[in-house]
């Protein structure tokens, strides 16, 4: 049966299954989105919506027939836009009578001009072939037409307020072209009219149902232009209200703050800012940003200064973020060399010894509905105290107090990462102080706390950068070296560690104490953590104590 079928009809078949895609393509983009919905299923939606439509039509040509297919076409559509995406009802709802009135009109204009041309009868299965052609073309046009509202439609769709006009016409324009279907079936079938007077009667189908399709879109498009403007005032609303606030909370913290129309290049507020007026005479913004990056911004922090302040990527803000902050190093002798700054920070910044200060800027962006200029407000903090005092804290945080080097938990969090980053290759090395103990009871802590502070200092100069170093506590150190290190190396870093490592301290009765490294070692393997690697370590140390100190082990 699904073979004959195809046969006859499969040309229809794939043009049907295409432009039901297409239709539930739109109707995505109206209700609720989802990724679920995929174009597969869409075309597999699209596949069996083409076999029912031509298995109804191949069962007669009769007024109820058409009905049904005016009706169920829309109604199956919901339907699978119901298991695959979820909305409000009432978003559906619209959605149906929305297509509904689509479709039927679609249906009597092809009708109209088939009528103007050949008998109809026989020819209802390719109307409808061609209705369902229609409506997709044109769904999938409007979907990805620019000026189409889809988003306007979609808002529609949701707030019963901004659309419940739209709702009613459509309501009302439905009913209507569902009364032709039944007053104009015989027209259809040719029974009653003939000639000259069923062109006439098609011509006035044909232009009542393109009045009604027009007029939606007419609707459809006044009232998408009304919540545009709504939106667009909303904006600019809000744009002022943020910008007033804005503006006082700079004229109380802010150092300095400027107005730039970017699209002309012209300062128009903060002109009294500039020592050197040279600078805002000559229409040039990304000129006068690149010198004020070379003159008084970190070399490390120009390229972020001067990138984020060029034209295009200000356009780019006004359409995605237009409120931006940014912090960036500068020089405080240099501001006030090229800016007049109000007090307290001008005399802050003359007998500052600081070489750079951080500095944090906020930037607006806005636009002229009316002239589409662009202007950027911009205000600059000193954030210098907040930025070091973070900057302390956090040292705390994460390092041993005395030494500098990492303490025992960030120590732990480090080796972790690099252990996953370095799939599992690298040596952890535990070091411990031999004699420290002594030297603290004989010669007292602060003579301990040098021997700690000198051998820290030894670590780092020994080990890379992107090893970790820290210290456990106490006399006791730890190192992990990332990656495949050769054994030959390895003990060559240890045998220098261990040679460096003494350290001479005399008592005030003359006795000479020297300190040394007890060393454990062990090379990381697969699935090792933290633990197991301190734990080993931990065990080839001890060995490495009871060998007789300054000496190094090997786990295995």
């Known amino acids: 049966m699904i073979a004959d079928f195809l046969s006859h009809n499969l040309l229809l078949f794939i043009i049907t299954t295409i432009t039901s895609a297409e239709i539930l393509y739109y109707a995505q983009r109206v209700v609720e989105d989802s990724s679920d919905f995929t174009l597969g299923k869409m075309i597999l939606c699209g596949g069996l919506n083409s076999f029912i439509l031509l298995s109804v039509l191949m069962g007669g040509d009769s007024g109820f027939h058409i009905l049904l297919l005016l009706i169920g076409c829309p109604l199956i559509i919901i339907m699978e836009m119901l298991i695959f995406t979820k909305d409000k009802p009432l978003s559906y ?9 689509n479709f039927m009109s679609m249906f009597w204009i092809v009708a109209a001009l088939a009528a103007t041309r050949s008998q109809i009868p026989g020819y209802t299965r390719v109307i409808m072939a061609f209705t369902l052609m229609v409506a997709g073309s044109m769904a999938l046009f409007f979907t990805k037409m ?57 011509m006035e189908v044909l232009l009542k149902t393109l009045a009604i399709l027009g007029f939606s879109y007419i609707l459809l498009y006044l009232m998408a232009k009304d919540i545009r403007s709504e939106r667009e005032y909303n904006q600019i609303k809000n744009t002022l209200e943020s910008e007033k606030r804005f503006r006082s909370t700079v004229q109380k913290k ?14 128009r507020d903060g002109r009294e800012y500039f020592l050197d007026k040279s600078w805002v005479e000559q229409r040039n913004f990304e000129g006068v940003i690149r010198m004020i990056a070379r003159k008084i911004v ?24 237009p409120y931006f902050s940014q912090k960036i190093r500068v020089s405080p002798r240099e501001i006030v060399r090229y800016f007049y ?43 210098d105290e907040e930025i070091t005092l973070k900057e302390k804290l956090h040292l705390s945080a994460t390092t041993d107090a005395l030494t500098g080097l990492l303490n025992r938990t960030i120590m732990q969090y480090e080796i972790e990462k690099k252990l996953v980053d370095s799939k599992y290759t690298g040596t952890m090395i535990l070091i411990d102080i031999d004699n420290f103990k002594t030297i603290n009871d004989r010669l007292g802590h602060p003579i301990g706390d040098q021997v700690l502070i000198r051998f820290s200092k030894l670590l780092g100069e020994l080990f ?49 104490i020297k300190t040394s490294a007890s060393i454990g070692i062990v090379i990381s393997g697969f699935g090792d953590s933290y633990e197991t690697l301190y734990k080993k370590a931990d065990e080839a140390l001890y060995c490495s104590k009871e060998k007789g100190k300054s000496t190094y082990t090997f786990y295995s």
Not at 93 to 101: C, E, Q, S
Not at 254 to 267: A, F
Request: include cysteine; charge should be negative.
């Open 464 to 512: 890379r950068k992107n090893d970790v170093i820290g210290r456990l506590g106490g006399d006791e150190f730890a190192v992990f070296i990332p990656g495949v290190l050769s054994a030959q190396a390895l003990e060559d870093k240890v045998k220098e560690l261990n040679h460096r490592a003494v350290f001479s301290y005399e008592t005030e009765s003359g006795e000479e």
């Open 254 to 267: 802010g150092i300095m703050n400027v107005q730039v129309n970017i699209t002309k290049g012209i300062l």
């Open 146 to 202: 620019k000026k189409y509202p889809m988003k306007e439609l979609y808002l529609m769709v949701h707030d019963w307020k901004k659309g419940k006009i739209f709702f009613v016409y459509l309501t009302l324009a439905d009913l209507f072209l569902l009364a032709s279907s039944f007053l104009l079936s015989p027209f259809l079938h040719s029974v009653l009219l003939e000639g000259t007077v069923k062109i006439i009667v098609a």
């Open 341 to 383: 700054l109000k007090e307290p920070f001008r005399k802050q910044y003359e007998v500052s010894n600081k070489t750079w200060i951080w500095i944090k800027i906020d930037y607006i962006y806005t636009q002229d509905i009316e002239t589409g200029d662009v202007f950027m407000f911009l205000v600059i903090f000193d954030v």
């Open 298 to 321: 970190h070399p490390a922090d120009q390229e972020a200064f001067k990138n984020s302040n060029t034209v295009r990527c200000i356009e780019e803000h006004l359409q995605t973020t």
């Open 93 to 101: 709802l619209f959605l149906y009578i929305k297509l509904a009135m």
